[in-house]
């Protein structure tokens, strides 16, 4: 993730990646706590969450199960692209139904998670993707159940 324009890189120390771990599996935790886990004032940790924030270091954000949503039906979707891969990455970034896309290496050009109410809307999307200029083929593979999703991978130096 790179940094926001204007915004000065953030030197993460051993504080900082404690915090940003402790946030990582709680979100909403107050700045007390999180003062108390990482031994910093809270005025310091106040200061540094703002930082990686403003930074675009992290995002706080609530994680939703889709199928708890209405959402029936996900997919990843390999994509081989036969030209303008940013393009057709920006095309289908700003497809509703699509919430993940990165330019990938290997068999696809490009992986995109797609999620839907029904089997139609899956069909639709598909579609869309596949009529996509410069699209030459997709190949959906639909989740039947997911065994983990987590978000706390934590901060490597």
Do not use: W
């Not at 926001?4 to 402790?22: F, M, N, Q, R, S």
């Not at 003062?35 to 270091?57: K, M, P, T, Y």
């Not at 708890?68 to 393009?87: K, N, P, S």
């Amino acid at each position: 993730m790179s940094s926001k324009p204007g915004v000065d890189k953030v030197a993460l120390d051993g504080p900082g990646a404690l915090l940003i771990e402790a946030l990582q599996r709680d979100g909403r935790r107050s700045y007390r706590d999180l003062a108390q886990e990482v031994g910093l004032s809270e005025a310091a940790v106040r200061n540094r969450v703002q930082r990686l924030l403003d930074s675009g270091i992290i995002n706080i954000v609530a994680v939703t199960d889709p199928s708890q949503l209405g959402f029936a039906r996900q997919a990843m979707v390999g994509v081989r692209v036969t030209h303008r891969i940013h393009d057709v990455a920006e095309a289908l970034r700003v497809m509703e139904d699509v919430c993940y896309v990165v330019v990938v290496s290997g068999r696809y050009d490009l992986i995109a998670e797609v999620v839907c109410e029904s089997d139609d809307h899956m069909i639709e999307a598909l579609e869309r993707i596949r009529s996509t200029e410069c699209v030459s083929s997709i190949e959906s593979m639909g989740y039947l159940k997911i065994h983990k999703q987590t978000f706390d991978e934590g901060v490597r130096f």
